[in-house]
């Protein structure tokens, strides 16, 4: 099986055995357009930081930082859509944990209360672990499998979002 597949697979079972993932994805036209903008920014972020760091690695609080990112930043896409605003980000937070989230209140406290990132970190280093060696043996950038990663994690994160603003009575086509 694909590399790209056993990660998204991976990702989408543990999302649904935690309960984050309970029907079909969502695909809004719009929050596509944003992740592949923020996934490139992303890259190239990355890219910056490991040249500045002079190494190829990622630590593991990095990583878990980078899945906090995406998490907050799917949020906020999801609000900033529905609000019909331009959708803005920058790298503030991205590799050390401290992600602000621009958002209502209450859609605040409720990410305060998921650990959806931690666990979609979790579930990507079990894959990481399970195939230790995928990316020597297939001459495979590290990155790329933990960008698999955050791009499953966006796509949960839109439709949890998504799941709690309609719990809280917002209207989606």
């Not at 935690?18 to 190239?44: R, S, T």
């Not at 890219?47 to 990583?63: G, N, P, T």
Request: proline share 2%.
């Amino acid at each position: 099986m694909e590399m790209s597949s056993q990660i998204a697979k991976a990702m989408i079972a543990r999302a649904e055995k935690d309960g984050y993932l309970n029907g079909p994805l969502v695909a809004i036209e719009q929050l596509a357009e944003w992740e592949k903008n923020i996934f490139v920014f992303m890259f190239k972020e990355v890219e910056k930081y490991l040249s500045y760091k002079k190494e190829r690695v990622l630590s593991a609080d990095e990583i878990i930082s980078m899945f906090t990112y995406v998490f907050a930043k799917a949020g906020e896409a999801v609000t900033t859509w529905y609000n019909d605003q331009e959708f803005t980000f920058d790298a503030d937070g991205m590799f050390d944990c401290k992600v602000p989230m621009y958002n209502d209140e209450k859609l605040l406290q409720y990410f305060k209360t998921v650990h959806l990132a931690s666990d979609m970190s979790d579930a990507f280093g079990h894959w990481s672990s399970e195939n230790a060696n995928a990316c020597s043996k297939n001459d495979v950038d590290p990155i790329l499998p933990l960008f698999e990663a955050l791009k499953w994690t966006w796509r949960i994160s839109i439709n949890l979002t998504i799941d709690y603003l309609e719990e809280l009575g917002f209207k989606f086509e």
